[in-house]
């Protein structure tokens, strides 16, 4: 245990954090329009599906980016027709969707490429690394942000920017108003149905955007279920962090520190075991999030 070993576990956090606050940041602006979105890993499988498809036949990191983007929001708008619009019930629109994605992606990766399993090819454009000037020189923090990419740094700037519109603009104290009380917010005038629908279709953009960088980061391919899980994980790093984005951003980095951890530690231990420590964690976050809220309810009633 070294520096140089701390700061490579650290730069190893701050990539796997992305996906995870990206989707996480997805499921707390629904939460805060009252809608309960669990379909975040359909909206970033697909999106890592076809940010690949397009990488591969265009070789346009950019159109690769608009892709998943696109695929995920639009997911994101299906999601909000059936279950704002429609009134389905959550739970059965978010886990078929969870699963049509799954096996959409399967059939068609078997269909255009002749492929199970994954796609991997030498061709395939990954997105640019940055290593800032000045900070790369610097021994420990240079190592720090090592070889990040644009979105690495954005998805902290989306959660400021979020966290600014929802607190300090008069639409966005709308956009909670929808939560808090979706009727009265409709009685002063304001679209409820437009918002929810418009915020639903915004969380499947980031959790496309969280697809892209999973797909197209530090490795650039596509594997069934690439995901795994990281969706269900984003909602507990929301719940953690009670919908707020700059609390998400921390609760968020404790997730990615934990599957950095995992990898870090396969070394000497068994990979099986060590795989497991994000979704334990989850389990705690959520155990520790229920708690809370139990707490808080009987607070109340007293």
């Known amino acids: 245990m070294n520096w140089e070993y701390i700061a490579s576990i650290v730069n190893s956090t701050l990539r796997m954090t992305t996906p995870i606050l990206l989707a996480a940041l997805g499921s707390a602006i629904c939460s805060k329009v009252g809608v309960f979105n669990i379909a975040l890993e359909a909206q970033m499988l697909i999106a890592t599906f076809f940010s690949i498809v397009v990488n591969y036949f265009t070789r346009n990191v950019y159109l690769s980016v608009l892709a998943g983007i696109f695929s995920g929001a639009l997911i994101g708008y299906i999601v909000a027709v059936l279950q704002v619009k429609y009134r389905a019930a959550d739970m059965v629109i978010g886990t078929s969707m969870n699963l049509l994605v799954s096996g959409a992606t399967s059939f068609l990766l078997y269909l255009i490429f002749g492929l199970r399993g994954k796609l991997v090819d030498s061709s395939l454009v990954s997105l640019p690394k940055i290593n800032l000037p000045l900070i790369r020189d610097i021994p420990f923090l240079g190592r720090m942000l090592e070889n990040l990419t644009i979105i690495d740094y954005l998805a902290y700037v989306i959660a400021i920017l979020m966290f600014i ?27 409820a149905l437009r918002i929810q629908m418009s915020v639903v279709t915004l969380s499947g953009a980031l959790c496309g955007l969280g697809g892209v960088v999973l797909s197209m ?16 994980i984003a909602m507990a790093a929301a719940s953690l962090g009670v919908s707020h984005p700059l609390l998400t951003i921390v609760s968020s980095l404790f997730f990615g520190l934990c599957q950095s951890i995992g990898s870090a530690l396969q070394n000497v231990i068994k990979s099986q075991l060590t795989m497991t420590l994000p979704y ?11 708690w809370r809220s139990l707490k808080s309810k009987n607070g109340r009633s007293i």
């Open 217 to 232: 980061g530090q490795v650039t391919m596509f594997t069934e279920n690439m995901t795994s899980g990281r969706g269900f």
């Open 280 to 290: 334990i964690a989850t389990i705690l976050a959520l155990m520790l999030s229920g």
């Open 165 to 191: 519109y929802l607190y300090k603009t008069v639409s966005g104290f709308r956009t909670l108003s929808v939560g808090i009380n979706k009727e009265a917010s409709e009685s002063l005038g304001t679209k």
